[in-house]
């Protein structure tokens, strides 16, 4: 049960667009579109904001798009906003029945 | 509204054990499984179990396999962790997440719609 690999950190400029990567295995991320993100402010709670790999939850918006490429899922956010900054948290179910997370991605807007 | 309040956090001693709840309305709980969450403090998040909705299947991280056990009571719509052999890793805050999925439509995987605001669990002498 490994966690799933994403960068440290990103940074970006108000309205740009980034995107943050999840690095998994085909026992998880590239085995099952079972990819979800989490945006997560300090001190608060995780919100969900993809799911399924691609999915959005009624009321996020949709400046907000998941992908997934072979082992890889990605996060892109475009017209970035202050607002956005906070860290992020893919997850994947596994072929062990069990659920894992990336280590986190805390993002920067400049 | 969908709530979810869990209680149960505190100062225990390695080796010790405490029970964490998460009670739940706004929804009909026994239609969907729950999980609970940990994060360590300044670190990242870390999947720790899972339950069914009718509480028949359970799940856990090999981290807490044979320490941990989670159940639910639906007449109560209440969600509990027991912990039993705490380590000092185990300190983090504890959250609970209902699944997006509603049982009529399971499918592998877990999708944490909610959390909870989650409650400190201190492992130390």
């Known amino acids: 049960q490994s966690a799933l690999t994403q960068p440290a950190s990103v940074s970006g400029s108000p309205g740009q667009s980034i995107t943050i990567s999840c690095t998994g295995t085909?026992?998880?991320?590239?085995?099952?579109?079972?990819v979800s993100w989490y945006q997560q402010h300090p001190g608060k709670a995780p919100k969900l904001m993809i799911y399924?790999?691609?999915n959005r939850p009624s009321g996020v918006s949709n400046r907000f798009s998941g992908s997934k490429s072979g082992n890889t899922a990605s996060l892109t956010i475009s017209g970035l906003q202050a607002e956005d900054e906070a860290d992020y948290y893919c997850?994947?179910?596994?072929?062990?029945?069990?659920?894992?997370f990336g280590g986190g991605t805390k993002l920067t807007v400049l | 509204e969908v709530q979810l309040l869990e209680s149960g956090g505190g100062l225990v001693q390695p080796g010790g054990s405490l029970r964490l709840s998460c009670a739940a309305s706004?929804?009909?709980?026994?239609?969907?499984?729950m999980s609970w969450v940990r994060q360590a403090p300044g670190k990242g998040l870390e999947w720790v179990s899972a339950?069914?909705?009718?509480?028949?299947?359970?799940y856990y991280a090999d981290s807490v396999k044979g320490r941990f056990t989670i159940s639910r009571d639906n007449s109560k719509n209440t969600l509990y962790l027991q912990m039993n052999s705490l380590r000092a890793e185990d300190t983090a805050v504890y959250y609970c997440?209902?699944?997006?999925?509603?049982?009529?439509?399971?499918?592998?995987?877990?999708?944490?719609?909610?959390w909870g605001q989650g409650t400190l669990v201190t492992v130390s002498s």
């Open positions: 997440a209902k699944d997006g999925t509603p049982a009529a439509k399971w499918k592998p995987g877990w999708v944490f719609d909610y």
């Open positions: 706004g929804f009909t709980f026994s239609s969907y499984a």
């Open positions: 339950i069914s909705g009718s509480g028949g299947s359970t």
């Open positions: 085909s026992s998880d991320v590239g085995g099952y579109n079972y």
């Open positions: 399924d790999v691609s």
């Open positions: 997850s994947s179910y596994t072929s062990s029945s069990t659920q894992v």
